[in-house]
């Protein structure tokens, strides 16, 4: 008995070792750093909480985490009601219904890199893709809330298939008697879909929005090509801001405190997220 | 009659709103195929959604210009081969621990507390931990090489696998595993000949979810990778910058990382919906 228990940890153990060391170790590097004023080339100094009082004092961190709060809010909420629009869009009986549904997921493997290369081309003022098909002039990237939109639109175009895919799903898995006597009493598909399928696929909304969240508010790569962060410091969300200090100005240790701040305010909405991923996995 | 006519229509607009809905995801892959056929001069010149043979005479000489330079040889046969070992990897890790949190019976931590734990290192923003992860790999020697890549590909990809393939084994009648036990065979076994083969379609879309997240991991690469070990969204990432506004290139580009994970999100669909939802959907 013993050595079965033996056995059942050594299936565990390497995965588990693995991870730890990749992640333990940097989890407290950066927390340690982030007391430290660390820069290449100088030795480290101790500041206790100098960055985070830095933190809080830098408008540019404020506007990064209000830019990043904008971008998360709007950009999920229009995935999620578009991705159900299209969930109920496709749970009717289409022609071609099963390839259609293949082609939407397209975009979700999209490398977010080159995504962001190529909407620069889609989104060019002069001879782009959307103001030569439409004959407008807008300025979708040099314009400071144009531009956040813009990141908006390529996340939403990248993430919409995702919440769509899910929500089909929980769809067709709704028995088709729960409406017959409900059509009895009404018509409008409304008033079905407010009394029966969106009670029903609450928790399932849940768990998108969930997942949405936590993934969005990492966001790196669209903006890191699209935008550039800028113009000036309009799309510069706070993955961005992070980068910028940390890489481009070398000052870890400020840095490591900007990680330290988004690690707690994602931890915050992980907890929500595992409360609901318990009742899943039990 | 009228009803009937009326429903009719109704069918055919929303079928014409599906294929128009398709049509506008799918516009971004088209232009950015229509801009790599054209010429620079054709670029700003040709208007609107720029057919190729009709607005223009498409030609592949950026597609063979940029494909035939070293650095894009380079850091294709790299971002292959950086994905195709963290899958392996990642797999042969996860593949015995996810059994272990399906099969086995963990009293602390509890078997929901080690899948949650997994699941966590899965969320955590990979820019809170670029400049340890750095220096990590800096102290191991492995800046600017696959391997080290790799090891941090793995890092990020190994708990992913064991929430997707503990599902699989989930979802894996017990009976089978009981009569095996009863024959007197061992875990090792049993894992290996009866539950490896039957959760075959839960391996394939792992190794295909990990495949596409580590051909387009971007950060790491970029941090890790400087001459040797470039990866695709690294070496594609200062276009623009260095070219300036050549459009055809930027498609060629793009479209070169683009196509390999999109053709894997194709194959892979069915099991795209438990894999991002970490095994809560099934899809």
Known sequence: MRRQRHIQLLFLLPAVAWVLCFTLFPLIYSVRLSFYDARVGEPERFVGLANYATFFQDRRAWESLAITLVFVACGVTVQLVLGMALALLFNRSLPFRGVLRTLLT???????????????TIFLAEGGLINGLLGLKVPWLSHPTLALVSVMLVDVWQWTPFCFLIFLAALQGIPEDYYEAARLETKSGWVLFRAITLPILKPTVVLVLLLRLTEAVKVLDIPYTLTGGGPHTATQVLSLYSYFVGLKDSNFGYASSISVIMLLLVTAMILVLFKRMRQVYQ | MMRHRSRHFSKAFFAALAFAVVGVVFLPFYWAI????????EVFTVKGLGVPFVQYKPTLRHWTQELGTVEM?????????????????????GAPAAYAVARFKFRRPSNEDITLWFLSQRVLPPVATVAPLFLLIHWLGLLDTRTGLVLLNVTFNLPLVVVILRQAFLDLPVELEEAAMVDGAGHGTIFLRICLPLAAPGLAAAVLIVIAFTWNEFLFGLMIGSLHATVIPAHIAGTGSTRGP?????AVRSLI?????????????RYIVRGLTFGAVKG
């Open chain 1, 106 to 120: 397209a975009p979700l493997f999209a490398t977010p890199i080159a995504v962001g290369i190529l909407f620069r």
């Open chain 2, 34 to 41: 229509s801009l790599s056929l054209r010429e620079k001069s």
């Open chain 2, 73 to 93: 040889q380079q850091a294709l046969g790299n971002s292959l081969g950086i994905a195709a070992a963290t899958a392996a990897v990642a797999v042969a890790l």
């Open chain 2, 246 to 250: 050549d459009f055809g290139f930027l």
């Open chain 2, 257 to 269: 990382a683009i196509t390999p994970p999109v053709v894997l999100a194709l194959l892979a669909q």
